[in-house]
């Protein structure tokens, strides 16, 4: 390989143990969301404190915590937004995410110490936007879906070394312009601009003729079926040398709503093939069919490489459902291991005595082992845990370590 510059892995998390999870299976970087100002206002979020851990464990491990405040803010928003760049500067965050000129500048003023991060949702599409972006003070710019891979070269090529490049290469996307979308506020009320979209791409639509009420035509593509705005999901695995090319300086998983399995599999399997790719073009490319089948362990909506090599088809696009593709179910990640050997989790999936479960292993092993025993929290034994989240401690046939994920095929 030549000396160009690994990227950077960044994985979305919604709790500490997502973030720690994250981490755990390969993240350089994550991006959190606070309880205000977040364009995944339906998501746990963190508060404060869970902020200041979060920030506290990253920076122990040499890695970094992004915080998003990518809303379109109100006039009634700004006083607010200033106290909290204040609170949240005092935490040491590595940035804040922001679209919002008026943010942009706010916390410019208030928090001058914290870098600040152009969101996705500023429409950064060409390379004059990069540069104005970083004259005002940005040092990242992520940028919008809807570019190719030669788009991104040529931005890289005409815009400041020092400003840094942020691009998603995996997970869910949007059928709007750079998800400026409407029709959830449209239809409930419920602003996507403001965090708390409803995902109405997803519903199932017919028409009516406007002399007709009443009369729901069914809308047809190809017979297939009416979900007429239902992406696939995006999926850049196969192609990390096209990105490392480009010079994308970080690679960002889409996913905040997702689980600790979901960010593990990923994180897990992006880190592997990134890994991979700069020790040898000729490893990576060996192992491609096995990153593939990694990477599908995780619920899905299918694959798409989006805009990256042209623009969208109709194959883009899933016609005949709005479910996702779930081949594994997540059942819990083992917190501390006890004297004799037994393992404490909050279950989030019920499993059985008897169950064979596959362990996953940070250095890329799946581990098959039996539950052998099953206790809760008081030591008294169950056949079985039937309660979400429920701490309980499991004898394994195998030795497991802490923040191991375990998880069960469907």
């Known amino acids: 390989m030549d000396n160009r510059k690994k990227p950077e892995l960044l994985c979305p998390a919604s709790s500490l143990e997502v973030l720690k999870t994250a981490f755990y299976y390969g993240a350089d970087a994550v991006y959190i969301g606070g309880e205000m100002y977040s364009l995944r206002a339906r998501a746990k979020n963190f508060s404060m404190e869970d902020i200041a851990t979060g920030i506290e464990y990253a920076h122990k491990l040499g890695k970094k915590v992004y915080i998003t405040a990518n809303i379109t803010a109100h006039n009634e928003d700004l006083d607010g937004a200033r106290e909290y760049f204040k609170e949240l500067s005092e935490l040491g965050p590595d940035a804040f995410i922001i679209s919002d000129p008026g943010l942009f500048e706010i916390a410019g ?11 996705t949702q500023a429409n950064n599409v060409n390379y ?14 992520v940028t919008a879906r809807e570019l190719s891979i030669d788009e991104i070269k040529d931005i890289k090529s005409k815009i400041d070394p020092e400003l840094e490049v942020e691009t998603f290469i995996h997970g869910a996307m949007c059928i709007s312009y ?8 449209y239809f409930t009320g419920r602003d996507g601009n403001l965090g708390a979209c409803t995902h109405p791409c997803r519903w199932k639509y017919h028409v009516m003729e406007e002399s007709r009420p009443g009369e729901y035509l069914p809308v047809f593509e ?3 079926g009416t979900y007429i705005f239902n992406s696939k999901d995006l999926c850049m695995i196969e192609h990390i040398p096209e990105i490392v090319d480009a010079g994308i300086d970080s690679l960002k998983i889409e996913g905040r709503m997702k689980t600790a399995l979901y960010v593990a599999s990923v994180a897990r399997t992006y880190r592997e093939a990134i890994d991979d790719y700069f020790e040898s073009e000729e490893l990576y490319r060996s192992k491609i069919e096995h990153y593939k089948e990694e990477i599908a362990k995780c619920t899905y909506r299918q694959f798409t490489t989006g805009f990256f090599f042209g623009k969208p088809t109709h194959e883009t696009q899933i016609y005949d459902s709005n479910t996702y593709i779930k081949e594994y179910t997540y059942l819990g990640i ?4 006890d004297k004799d050997g037994n393992c404490m989790l909050y279950q989030r999936n019920k499993f059985s005595v008897g169950d064979v479960v596959e362990v996953m292993k940070n250095n890329g092993d799946n581990v098959s082992t039996k539950v052998e025993k099953i206790y809760d929290e008081d030591y ?24 191991d994920l375990i998880r069960i095929k469907e």
Request: aromatic share 6%; with cysteine.
């Open 222 to 224: 190809n017979e297939r």
């Open 334 to 337: 083992v917190q501390e291991i």
């Open 109 to 119: 003023e208030v928090a001058p110490n914290i870098e600040r991060h152009i969101s």
């Open 178 to 185: 750079s998800g400026r979308c409407l029709l959830s506020n």
């Open 380 to 403: 008294n034994e169950m056949e079985s845990c039937p309660h979400p989240k429920q701490k309980i401690y499991v004898k394994f046939d195998k030795e497991l370590s802490i923040n």
């Open 128 to 141: 004059a936007t990069c540069n104005f972006w970083h004259k005002l003070g940005a040092t990242r710019v």
